[in-house]
Each structure stands twice: as structure tokens, then as C-alpha cells.
């Protein structure tokens, strides 16, 4: 779906736990560079470069994967682009969030009692799920990180990316501002539920107390539209469902 010129959201759909869910990666680009903010879920290539055909844009020219965070839906298939690709690809993500998403260290929320849980699950949820869940658990995606980044860095990449540290949902979460279009990518430091802008999921959010700061953070810039990777696309009072958020109690 384009939001702008040049600037696409590409749903991804898939079935998680019995229900269908779908993430919300961000796509930029212009003559030079074709920048993709998180990957989706394992698996979802296929949909996601099928997604991106429809906008115009041709992931064949990706160059760069920015990473808000390391939870799986967001690194799904980090592995298979970066393997795949015919031209060098650069990835960046947060320091904190590097070792995970290099496999250095275990995803933060795949946790022993986590792995464990899998075999508590209902038994309406599929072996074949279980299974694969499993396997994903003890043996994510990864890829190099090849440039840490974090809050004020300036991307020079299609008219301007600039990095914000939004922790709390995980410790090294950061956001994206395209400066151009005043597009905040908001990554998982914001959901979008019943068309109205919400703060990030409590139940997945590590440190709540982090999240509502971060959000004050964002009170003051000049937002004019929200990419959430949970519910999408968000325009109207920005500024104004920012203030309100920051002012709830974590």
C-alpha cells in the first residue's frame, strides 16, 4: 500500500496460535537506495516481495534493512533476504539489540520456560505448528548486523532517516522519523487498534515505565503519520493521541 511517493506499507498475513495476524514492515526508496524497516515472519518472503511488486517496488534492489527491534516477527526472514540477495545489503539495528539478531545470544523472549511452554499448548493447535515453533525457538534467523545504530543518528538514505530510541517494549527498540514525509515508523512502541493510535501491547512490552517515556519523546516532533507494525497506518491528531498516550499511567 503506498502512503506516499515512493514510501509503501507491505501487510504480511500469517497464522499464529489459531488466528491470522498481520505486521505492517515499511518500505523507502528512491534512485539510489530502497531501504526495508523489519522483515515479518519466518516464511513470508514469497508475500512480502509479492506486496512490494504491488506498490512498484522490485526488492531485487534492496539495499538496507533497518531493524526497530529482534523479536521474530520482525527478523522472520532477515536470514533468507540477506542470503538471497544478488548485491551487498546492509543491516542496522540497535547495540542492545545486535547480539540477538546476529544469534549470539538467544532471542530475549525464547526462554527456556518459553520452549517449555510449547508443549502446554492446546491441544486444538496443531503438531505441525509446534513443531515449527520449536524449531524456530532453538534455532532463529539471524544475520550480521553490519552498522549499529541508536538515537540521533541520521540516516542518509532517501531524503533522511532519523533514528529514535523508543525502549521499553525491548531494552535496544528504536524508531524511524523520515524526515521528508514526517512518517514516524513506529515499529512495536505503538499500536494502531480500532483505528485509533494506542501505546504499545502491555502484555508483550518488557518495561512499561520505558515505553511511556518514549513516548513522551515523541510528543514534540512534527509527526503527521504513524506506521505501526501492529495495525498499521495511522493519520489524524498524531500529536495530540501522542500527548494523551504519554499521559497514561504505566
Request: net charge negative; aromatic share 4%; with cysteine.
Given at each position: 500500500?503506498?502512503?506516499?511517493?515512493?514510501?509503501?506499507?507491505?501487510?504480511?498475513?500469517?497464522?499464529?496460535?489459531?488466528?491470522?495476524?498481520?505486521?505492517?514492515?515499511?518500505?523507502?526508496?528512491?534512485?539510489?537506495?530502497?531501504?526495508?524497516?523489519?522483515?515479518?515472519?519466518?516464511?513470508?518472503?514469497?508475500?512480502?516481495?509479492?506486496?512490494?511488486?504491488?506498490?512498484?517496488?522490485?526488492?531485487?534492489?534492496?539495499?538496507?534493512?533497518?531493524?526497530?527491534?529482534?523479536?521474530?516477527?520482525?527478523?522472520?526472514?532477515?536470514?533468507?533476504?540477506?542470503?538471497?540477495?544478488?548485491?551487498?545489503?546492509?543491516?542496522?539495528?540497535?547495540?542492545?539489540?545486535?547480539?540477538?539478531?546476529?544469534?549470539?545470544?538467544?532471542?530475549?523472549?525464547?526462554?527456556?520456560e518459553a520452549i517449555a511452554s510449547i508443549d502446554r499448548m492446546p491441544e486444538h493447535v496443531p503438531a505441525s505448528f509446534r513443531n515449527g515453533l520449536r524449531a524456530i525457538m532453538l534455532r532463529p534467523p539471524r544475520a550480521t548486523v553490519d552498522r549499529a545504530i541508536s538515537g540521533g543518528d541520521r540516516l542518509p538514505w532517501c531524503g533522511g532517516l532519523l533514528v529514535i530510541d523508543t525502549p521499553g517494549h525491548t531494552p535496544g527498540h528504536?524508531?524511524?522519523?523520515?524526515?521528508?514525509?514526517?512518517?514516524?515508523?513506529?515499529?512495536?512502541?505503538?499500536?494502531v487498534r480500532d483505528g485509533r493510535l494506542q501505546g504499545p501491547d502491555p502484555v508483550t512490552t518488557l518495561d512499561r515505565a520505558a515505553a511511556q517515556a518514549s513516548i513522551a519523546k515523541l510528543t514534540s516532533m512534527e509527526i503527521e503519520t504513524v506506521v505501526c507494525y501492529h495495525g498499521g497506518l495511522y493519520r489524524g491528531p498524531v500529536r495530540e493521541r501522542l500527548a494523551d498516550i504519554a499521559a497514561e499511567e504505566a
Open positions: 500500500m503506498l502512503i506516499a511517493p515512493n514510501v509503501a506499507v507491505l501487510p504480511i498475513t500469517a497464522p499464529v496460535m489459531g488466528r491470522m495476524d498481520t505486521v505492517h514492515p515499511v518500505l523507502i526508496w528512491d534512485d539510489r537506495d530502497m531501504v526495508l524497516a523489519d522483515t515479518g515472519f519466518p516464511g513470508q518472503l514469497a508475500q512480502l516481495t509479492e506486496t512490494a511488486d504491488a506498490c512498484g517496488a522490485n526488492l531485487d534492489r534492496l539495499n538496507r534493512i533497518v531493524l526497530t527491534h529482534q523479536d521474530i516477527d520482525h527478523i522472520g526472514n532477515l536470514q533468507t533476504i540477506v542470503e538471497g540477495s544478488r548485491s551487498r545489503l546492509e543491516v542496522s539495528a540497535h547495540p542492545l539489540e545486535k547480539p540477538y539478531i546476529q544469534g549470539d545470544r538467544r532471542l530475549i523472549r525464547f526462554t527456556d528504536i524508531s524511524f522519523y523520515h524526515e521528508p514525509t514526517r512518517l514516524l515508523i513506529a515499529g512495536d512502541a505503538l499500536t
